[in-house]
């Protein structure tokens, strides 16, 4: 069909635009850091052991068994199944509740880290952006949030509300916003002072509009690299409330829920408590490498 | 520098308001103090006598009024379950977990800034390795499974040291290296890094190059310029070190403020858990402006600003 206004139509190539080159040649690079590459290995089996965790072991993570109860890593039961990592004191398959336990962690970290990076990026936003008395009232705030030991004012806090899964992710992402907020305010003080923020400006752009199309892409590689650091401090708390008893509830498998249990056959059975204590350090250890790779590619000045 | 001290000054004053406004909230969280504060069988009329006894139905600022002014006196109200005054109570147990952070600190500082000066000067070297890795697993390795692990082979199997309690040095061992452990890994961290960069300064290649000795160049000229990053660090680790000795000492049964608070939540013995979440944070607070001080001795430009 020939085009309109009689031009001859040409089939151009596809090229990346400079946003898809920039992510390219910033995947490349993480590549070709080592760690970094174990840190992303990791992060992704995890992901993919919580997404598939129902086909990865034939052993329903709540089924209990009397009869096989606290049996050694590789038994074997009568049907000639075998418990890679034992079980437990209600004969539970230690390895299905590590995988399904990844569930808990990574629904918990992923949101937690949405909720508090949303806020904090917002806050930095604002407080960056204005300066003067909101930035000064916010850097407060900051101040005051920073003041509390974390895990004792979540536990306190979950203590009075409850322990339950969306109390969890609350009380974590409502109160770990300080570190976005100061990362990103830090951008913004500099990208403000930028020639093309200055143009906007002079041109009359909103606020709003300059702070979502100028300010906040370029403060996005910084936030990324905090919130990848935050999801694996994030974990750790998770499973630190879960040991303390004010995680998810059980029977649902938490690691840091299958550590207290182990806890109390320590001197028995030491299984119980190793292995969804590996789980947690490997995880964790995964995405602190990812992030110092992200960070080191990325933005090799940002101190976090 | 005076004005600079009582810049920092106001602005601890300023936190320690806003912590107490978030301590009085605890306790209002679900809208109904009265409710949590009494046990769950208490009949609707206690209910409402206790709540005009203690004056839950004023409004909500003459409350946090009431409260900051009980908080200024050091009154938190009586322990639920132990009769006592709270703030009693956690004062009582606030020299175990000043020891126990204390040890944590220290072992960090004894091992962390070393370990990150020789991993700087002998970069890349196995030496180098070995301590980035250890540093790495510190800091992805979580309080509580460390603390468990330990007891397994210190205590369980080897029977060495014990694991529970509070007494000699020995029952200090185990706890201390738990809490410490994630404290010396990023220490160990930010001293690499921060040699690293020292050390490509020019001031360094001056005095190498007027014959000063290998020695003096690392630990005088190097470490002090170094050190400023390592300060601010140590007062946010303080703040880690607080916040882990409530699972440190959960674990080892140390009888601190941080297992008293546990105790105090799972008891719903609020008073005490208000108390206990106030001292903390003001003990960091306070720390932290003692940080701040301690800038104005190893960066003098501070003085004159």
């Given amino acids: ?304 | 520098m005076k004005s600079y001290v009582l810049r920092r000054l106001w602005q601890a004053v300023l936190v320690l308001f806003g912590v107490s406004f978030v301590v009085f909230m605890i306790l209002h969280l679900t809208g109904d103090p009265a409710a949590l504060l009494l046990p769950p069988d208490a009949t609707a009329e206690d209910v409402a006598r206790f709540r005009t006894a203690m004056g839950f139905d004023d409004p909500w600022i003459v409350q946090y009024l009431r409260f900051l002014k009980g908080a200024l006196q050091g009154n938190f109200g009586e322990s639920l379950r132990h009769g006592e005054p709270a703030m009693h109570l956690v004062v009582e147990r606030l020299p175990a977990t000043f020891q126990l952070a204390g040890a944590g600190l220290l072992l960090a500082l004894c091992l962390a800034i070393p370990a990150g000066i020789i991993s700087a000067v002998k970069r890349n070297t196995v030496i180098d390795y070995f301590s980035t890795v250890v540093a790495l697993l510190g800091q992805a390795m979580p309080t509580f499974w460390l603390g468990i692990m330990l007891i397994l082979v210190f205590s369980v199997r080897l029977n060495w040291l014990p694991s529970s309690g509070r007494g000699d040095l020995q029952h200090l061992v185990l706890p201390a290296i738990t809490l410490g452990l994630f404290t010396t890994a990023r220490i160990t961290r930010l001293t690499r890094s921060g040699m690293l960069e020292v050390l490509g300064q020019d001031y360094i290649r001056t005095a190498r190059a007027k014959g000063v000795s290998e020695q003096p160049v690392v630990w005088k000229h190097a470490l002090k310029n170094a050190s400023i990053p390592i300060v601010t660090i140590i007062g946010i680790e303080l703040g880690t070190l607080l916040g882990g000795s409530v699972i440190t000492e959960t674990i080892f049964a140390w009888p601190g403020v941080g297992r008293l608070s546990v105790q105090a939540i799972f008891n719903r013995d609020y008073p005490v858990v208000q108390a206990a979440v106030f001292i903390l944070a003001s003990t960091f607070v306070l720390l932290n402006f003692v940080v701040d001080l301690a800038y104005t001795w190893l960066d003098p430009r501070i003085r004159f600003r």
């Fill in chain 1, 1 to 304: 069909m020939a085009p309109p206004n009689g031009t001859t139509a040409v089939a151009l190539p596809v090229l990346p635009t400079a946003e898809e080159r920039y992510w390219l040649t910033t995947l490349k690079r993480l590549a070709r850091r080592r760690t970094a590459l174990f840190g992303l290995a990791v992060v992704v089996i995890v992901l993919l052991a919580a997404t598939f965790a129902p086909w990865l072991t034939p052993f329903d993570p709540l089924e209990q068994d009397i009869n096989q109860r606290l049996k050694e890593p590789g038994w074997q039961n009568a049907a000639g199944q075998m418990h890679p990592l034992g079980t437990d004191h209600l004969g539970r398959d230690i390895l299905a509740r590590v995988i399904f336990g990844s569930r808990i962690a990574l629904v918990v970290g992923l949101s937690a880290v949405l909720i508090s990076g949303v806020l904090g990026m917002m806050i930095g936003l604002v407080a960056g952006y204005f300066g003067g008395k909101v930035d000064d009232f916010f850097m407060r705030l900051a101040d005051i949030q920073l003041a509390f030991p974390f895990i004792l004012l979540a536990i306190a806090v979950i203590g009075v509300l409850g322990a339950n899964l969306r109390n969890i992710i609350i009380v974590i992402g409502v109160s770990s916003w300080v570190i976005y907020a100061r990362v990103v305010r830090g951008e913004v003080l500099s990208i403000r002072e930028r020639d093309f923020v200055q143009a906007a400006i002079a041109l009359g752009s909103r606020d709003g509009r300059i702070l979502v199309r100028h300010v906040l892409p370029n403060a996005f590689t910084p936030w990324l690299v905090v919130a990848t650091l935050d999801m694996a401090r994030v974990i750790v708390i998770e499973s630190a409330l879960s040991f303390l008893g004010l995680g998810v509830q059980p029977p649902t498998p938490t690691w840091g829920g299958m550590l207290a249990d182990g806890r109390v056959y320590l001197s028995t059975a030491w299984w119980l408590a190793t292995f969804p204590g590996l789980a947690i350090l490997v995880t964790v250890l995964g995405i602190n490498l990812l992030g110092d790779g992200l960070r080191d590619t990325l933005d090799p000045r940002l101190n976090v």
